[in-house]
């Protein structure tokens, strides 16, 4: 994660120095008070409940705010001036805890559950009914981790269809599905993916 410095693009602010005695909004209060102190910057820096992009120019002079791509901070006129902290996630166990096997196994089913988690990160499960005739069709429009689930419903004529997909083809994948004979489309949010 990269956690950046961002300023609105009309406010001529063009370094950390800019910011003596403005107001500066971020959830990383603590990082960012020692990242201005240690530029030689005093500012107020206030605590942000979400959607801190918002909150320049009336609410605050600047924000301190993670991103990936930057699309949000562009989107509300903001420019990137710094990067305060680049952070990534890792699990860690001591040797002594590691050495003990039921400590051990506990840590690898946290693991398990948190590498799920990440790899849910951007899918969807999507659901959907389709006749017998039609499922060729279907499943030449439906991309899958591996296969598609396919199990008949009570009606032999019917098939239920279950998969995985990227949630940013969902909305151009879902007409496609209605063309090819699809009925009864769910699409759900996704917790985890264990592979």
Excluded: C
């Amino acid at each position: 994660m990269r956690w950046v410095l961002a300023v609105p693009e009309s406010s001529g602010l063009q370094s950390v120095k800019d910011l003596q005695g403005k107001v500066v909004a971020t959830e990383l209060v603590a990082t960012t008070k020692r990242y201005l102190a240690s530029h030689g910057v005093t500012a107020k820096v206030e605590f942000s409940w979400g959607a801190t992009e918002v909150k320049p120019p009336v609410l605050a002079d600047a924000i301190v705010e993670v991103t990936e791509t930057g699309s949000s901070l562009r989107a509300n006129n903001l420019k990137i001036i710094d990067t305060v902290m680049e952070s990534n996630t890792q699990l860690i166990a001591n040797h002594r805890s590691w050495a003990d096997a039921e400590k051990r196994q506990k840590l690898e089913d946290i693991r398990m559950l948190l590498e799920g988690a990440i790899n849910a990160l951007g899918k969807v499960g999507l659901m959907l009914n389709v006749h017998k005739d039609d499922l060729k069709g279907v499943l030449a429009v439906l991309p899958a981790l591996k296969r598609p689930t396919i199990s008949h419903l009570s009606d032999e004529e019917w098939l239920a269809v279950n998969t995985i997909l990227d949630e940013t083809t969902v909305r151009t994948i879902i007409p496609r599905l209605k063309q090819a004979g699809a009925q009864g489309i769910v699409e759900y949010p996704l917790n985890k993916i264990v592979l």
